[in-house]
């Protein structure tokens, strides 16, 4: 949203003063597996215990541009973190308690980054970030108190629920998936083949509709300020190690 939490608060009182309503794009948040997966938390199906949120690039498919790897644009961190901290914040929602470390190894911006969070319910958010990872993803996964754990594919917009039964278990739940995401968010929008750019179009399509019906937007400004506190925290937990080693 911003570069800290003061240019953050300025946008949200002068957008207030004008009349204009803003939304963020969050647009992870509007994927159909992400979405199904706040569904099935709030209808109490899946109690957060653990929440790993992961955004690593292989270096052989590395598409970034160039100004993510500058320190004066704040680097990987917040270009890539700001994602994994808003789905952090959408499912582990009080954190008190941050540690972070991470590594400058081929580019001059922290290029390797691991977070650990914790809530006053002493549930665990991990955030792993790398540039130099032999392979890519970008994953959400959670562990439930009751034994559960569920594994969200963002880069194919898949939903699989562990530990998988040996017998017919994955076409089960593909089957299972499939009907739920057609039924509840494919639904006559006649769109396919969307891949990554999913969570935006539905995340465009929630705003305009909040602005035809005069309804808050689907992402908050305020949203917005609580990535980036977590961000600032996390940068300076960061910095703090640094200097102690």
């Keep these: 949203m911003a570069r800290n939490v003061e240019e953050c608060s300025s946008i949200i009182e002068k957008s207030k003063k004008k009349g204009v309503q803003l939304t963020l794009v969050h647009n992870q948040l509007f994927f159909p597996s992400v979405r199904l997966l706040r569904q099935m938390v709030d209808r109490g199906e899946y109690d957060v215990s653990s929440l790993r949120t992961s955004y690593k690039v292989c270096q052989e498919n590395n598409q970034s541009p160039e100004w993510v790897f500058k320190p004066k644009e704040k680097g990987v961190l917040w270009e ?6 808003y789905l952090q914040l959408e499912f582990l929602r009080d954190i008190e308690e941050i540690y972070a470390i991470a590594r400058k190894v081929k580019y ?28 890519s993803e970008i994953l959400i996964e959670m562990d439930c108190k009751r034994g559960k754990s569920v594994r969200l594919d963002l880069m194919t917009d898949s939903f699989t629920e562990l530990p998988e039964k040996q017998q017919n278990r994955g076409n089960q ?7 739920i995401l057609r039924n509840v968010f494919l639904s006559r929008t006649g769109t396919t083949g969307l891949g990554y750019s999913s969570g935006h179009y539905y995340l465009i399509k929630s705003h305009l509709q909040s602005l035809k019906n005069g309804t808050p937007p689907p992402v908050p400004p305020e949203s917005g300020r609580r990535a980036i506190e977590l961000l600032s925290s ?12």
């Design 80 to 85: 890539f973190g700001y994602h994994l901290s």
């Design 173 to 179: 739940l593909l089957e299972f998936s499939e009907r």
């Design 234 to 245: 996390i940068e300076e937990q960061i910095s703090k190690n640094e200097k102690d080693s």
């Design 108 to 135: 001059p911006v922290h290029d390797k980054i691991g977070v650990l969070l914790k809530s006053s319910k002493q549930n665990y958010g991990i955030i792993e970030i790398s540039m130099i990872s032999k392979r």
